[in-house]
């Protein structure tokens, strides 16, 4: 009966565990830099499936390397790396 309750309190440990249990989320988003003006379109890994965290995340990250985060454009899976890998180029999880 121990060895239950402890395979059960250690599976409700890792399902609340947001770094693991979001390790596949991604977002695309465009970002700028002033003066000059420079434009990007980027995908980054995010520890958030939620579009609003995901947004804070990005936005901290993005400003560390002097970047302004314009908007996100989505939040999704694995399943949706390969077709944004060419139009992200060089952003491609990047940051």
């Known amino acids: 009966m121990k060895q239950i309750?402890?395979?059960?309190?250690?599976?409700?440990?890792?399902a609340a565990s947001p770094g693991l249990a979001a390790a596949d989320c991604y977002a695309d988003y465009k970002?700028?830099?002033d003066s000059p003006l420079r434009l990007?379109?980027?995908?980054?890994?995010?520890?958030?499936c939620?579009?609003?965290?995901?947004?804070t995340e990005i936005s901290a990250r993005l400003q560390a390397a002097g970047?302004?985060?314009?908007?996100?454009?989505?939040v999704f899976g694995p399943e949706g790396l390969q077709e944004r890998k060419a139009d992200a180029?060089?952003?491609?999880l990047r940051f």
């Open 5 to 14: 309750l402890k395979i059960v309190g250690l599976a409700a440990l890792i």
């Open 31 to 33: 970002a700028k830099q």
């Open 40 to 48: 990007h379109y980027g995908v980054i890994q995010v520890t958030s």
């Open 50 to 55: 939620s579009a609003g965290q995901a947004s």
């Open 67 to 74: 970047w302004t985060l314009l908007n996100v454009i989505s």
């Open 89 to 92: 180029g060089p952003y491609y």
